[in-house]
């Protein structure tokens, strides 16, 4: 029972930045674990980041030390943090939450589409 809103997506050059949010609302937000996923043209979907409701964090190898996962309570937002970004993140981008402890219900967004290119 939350509503997911994704942005931040863009065309950004190889070795640039791009911040992605996910705005929640519908439900307490800070009981929520929550993560970032994408899906490349012609791949599978692919866990990206994650962040439990207790602030602990997991990433996949091939963003580890170039992306970051935080999350703002107060302002039931969730963020991705994409530094040094390479070709192969271009993606569409989707925020996911689930309660671990309750139902393991899990809430989608819209997508947002981040593009690498020179």
């Known amino acids: 029972q939350v509503q997911l809103v994704e942005s931040g997506g863009g065309l950004v050059q190889p070795g640039g930045s791009l911040r992605l949010s996910c705005a929640a609302s519908?439900?307490?937000?800070?009981?929520?674990?929550m993560g970032w996923y994408r899906q490349a043209p012609g791949k599978q979907r692919e866990l990206v980041a994650s962040?439990?409701?207790?602030?602990?964090?997991n990433y996949a190898e091939s963003v580890k030390g170039r992306f970051t996962i935080s999350r703002d309570n107060a302002k039931n937002t969730v963020f991705l943090q994409m530094n040094s970004l390479k070709l192969e993140d271009t993606a569409v981008y989707y925020c996911?939450?689930?309660?671990?402890?309750?139902?393991?219900?899990?809430?989608w967004g819209q997508g947002t589409q981040v593009t690498v290119s020179s």
């Open positions: 962040i439990t409701s207790g602030g602990n964090t």
């Open positions: 996911c939450a689930v309660r671990t402890d309750y139902r393991w219900q899990y809430y």
């Open positions: 519908g439900s307490i937000f800070s009981r929520y674990d």
